[in-house]
């Protein structure tokens, strides 16, 4: 039978650079009373475990300790942070045989347990694995999503930022489409509250807009090859990203966010997974918010679908 979940409860598998920084920003959000550490590195979850702990006397007071999967029951999310991170020059399509088979060792575990929680998935390449995770534990598309673009809308939001001088809360643009080289700014839905783009960029004394709009999409695009170059892994924006999104679970916020969620008819797509804009909220994808982009991004995200789709189909699921 399955567990009663606990909504004050998370878990996290993978508890490298990207699980232990999702783990001290979820200790230090006080949105869970509950945390168990997973990984195939047991020591590695312990000592993560401690460590984050000993930041309680100065936090909100929860459990945190390693575990196995029989402690995934009662969990409202399951972060998936474990595989393989890209070396320099890597792209995030290259890990996929690797991190599937990583997949194809975790999910049975969690799906063989009847698991009633959301499943928040943030290994890389995220899009493929969520749809791996979907496939393989047969659980409704609601409760299984990726990270996604939500990372990337973050990284958008802060250049637009700094280019034009404005809190990055003020700016409403997202990446769409694969979390990888494919992505997409949605360019022809940004404003800044309300105010279209270019009039803004004009308010701040830009005018050379389309230079400026490739030089931010491309610095988008390769952050993380960037980051991965100077300093090995990306893992403290991923962390405030996966704290968002379960912030927007936790507390039924219903926040729109460009999560990795199962596309079959929108847009004219099929079986697939992939970021747009949805509603996040107590049940993981609550509902899809269609949005009217351009033809030029139309075009765009079917050859960002068409990128997943050639991979999805040369695996063995
Ligand atoms: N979605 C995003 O926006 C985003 C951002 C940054 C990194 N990532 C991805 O997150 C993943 C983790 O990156 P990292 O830097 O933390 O890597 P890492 O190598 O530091 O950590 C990976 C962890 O996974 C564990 N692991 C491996 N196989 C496992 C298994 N079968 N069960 C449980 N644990 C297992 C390892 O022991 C290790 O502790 C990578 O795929 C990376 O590309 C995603």
Known sequence: MAAIINPRKVAIVGCGFVGSA????????????????????????????????????F???????AGDYSDIDDAAITVITAGANQAPGETRLDLVNKNVAIF?????QIAERDYQGILL???????????????????????????GTTLDTARFK??????????PRNVHARIIGEHGDSEIAAWSLANISGIPLNDFCELRGHTDHQRNMDRIAEEVKNAAYEIIK????????????????????????????????????????????????????????????????????TEQL???????RSVIDKLDL
Do not use: W
């Not at 550490?37 to 702990?53: F, N, Q, S, T």
């Not at 194809?104 to 049975?108: E, M, R």
């Open 22 to 57: 999702s783990a001290f920003a979820l200790m230090q959000s006080g949105l869970f009373s509950e945390m168990v550490l997973i990984d195939v590195d047991h020591d590695r979850a312990e000592g993560e475990a401690l460590d984050i702990a000993h930041g309680m006397a």
């Open 59 to 65: 936090g909100s007071p929860m459990n945190i300790y």
């Open 104 to 108: 194809k060792s975790i999910i049975p």
């Open 121 to 147: 998935v943030v290994s890389n390449p995220v899009d493929i694995l969520t749809y791996v995770a979907l496939k393989l534990s047969g659980m409704p598309a609601n409760r299984v999503l990726g990270s």
């Open 158 to 167: 802060y250049a637009l930022g700094e280019h034009l001088g404005v809190d």
């Open 230 to 297: 100077k300093k090995r892994a990306t893992y403290y924006g991923i962390a405030m990203t996966v704290k968002r999104i379960c912030e927007a679970i936790t507390r039924d916020e219903k926040p729109i966010l460009p999560v990795s969620n199962y596309i079959d008819g929108e847009y004219g797509l099929h079986d697939i997974v992939l970021s747009m804009p949805a509603v996040v909220g107590a049940s993981g994808i609550e509902y899809q918010v269609p949005i009217k982009i351009n033809e030029t991004e």
């Open 302 to 308: 079917k050859a960002s679908a068409a990128t997943l």
